[in-house]
T-cell receptor, first 113, second 115 residues
Framework: KQEVTQIPAALSVPEGENLVLNCSFT??????LQWFRQDPGKGLTSLLL?????REQTSGRLNASLDKSSGRSTLYIAASQPGDSATYLC????????????FGQGTELSVKP | EAQVTQNPRYLITVTGKKLTVTCSQN?????MSWYRQDPGLGLRQIYY???????DKGDVPEGYKVSRKEKRNFPLILESPSPNQTSLYFC??????????????FGNGTRLTVT
């Protein structure tokens, strides 16, 4: 069964700290992987999309890496700020299943001032 | 403004009363999909559509119907809602799922309560 797992479920860090969020997937034949941010009561906002042929993507203080062979992706947040507090989700699309998308359960991040 | 619009934002209904949640996007996106989000279960895909008149089941399609008659609209229909369909629902769209895919844009969600 194709599954996506995110550990830890929750993380609290002081402002300014660099941090890494983890996403693992059981089937390495992915089409792409996306990282999203969800604020309470809101929809999801796409942060980064990594295609299966890529190893990483960067946007501002965010860097996402992809290692298909080990079934892992990481989201690195540099110099964290209180405004980064949100739930971060990863989602995997599999090439043999068209538009199907499987989400992890998310990591709830709290950045303390 | 480029956006995905869902209506209504909140809906309380009774078991068995048919309802439709609308979803519309103004970005000329080919791909659209519906998800439900439940505590402890995360986001699960209900249905998706790769283009007009093309729809496919996601992981939890039972009890739901969709249609894609126009590119911009992708309504979610509950013919006979039951309490286990109480959830937070999201619609999303992207330019295409081909060529490595493209970022998903989400609506703000519809909180449905079925009593």
């Amino acid at each position: 069964k194709q599954e996506v797992t995110q550990i830890p479920a929750a993380l609290s860090v002081p402002e300014g700290e660099n941090l890494v969020l983890n996403c693992s997937f059981t089937d390495s034949a992915i089409y792409n992987l996306q990282w999203f941010r969800q604020d309470p009561g809101k929809g999801l906002t796409s942060l980064l999309l990594i295609q299966s042929s890529q190893r990483e993507q960067t946007s501002g203080r965010l860097n996402a890496s992809l290692d298909k062979s080990s079934g892992r992706s990481t989201l690195y947040i540099a110099a964290s700020q209180p405004g980064d507090s949100a739930t971060y989700l990863c989602a995997v699309s599999y090439s043999n299943q068209g538009g199907k998308l499987i989400f992890g359960q998310g990591t709830e991040l709290s950045v303390k001032p | 403004e480029a956006q995905v619009t869902q209506n209504p934002r909140y809906l309380i209904t009774v078991t068995g009363k048919k309802l439709t949640v609308t979803c519309s996007q103004n970005m000329n996106h080919e791909y659209m999909s519906w998800y439900r989000q439940d505590p402890g279960l995360g986001l699960r895909q209900i249905y998706y559509s790769m283009n007009v008149e093309v729809t496919d089941k996601g992981d939890v399609p039972e009890g739901y119907k969709v249609s894609r008659k126009e590119k911009r609209n992708f309504p979610l229909i509950l013919e006979s809602p039951s309490p286990n369909q109480t959830s937070l629902y999201f619609c999303a769209s992207s330019l295409s799922e081909g060529q490595g895919g493209s970022p998903l844009h989400f609506g703000n969600g519809t909180r449905l309560t079925v009593t």
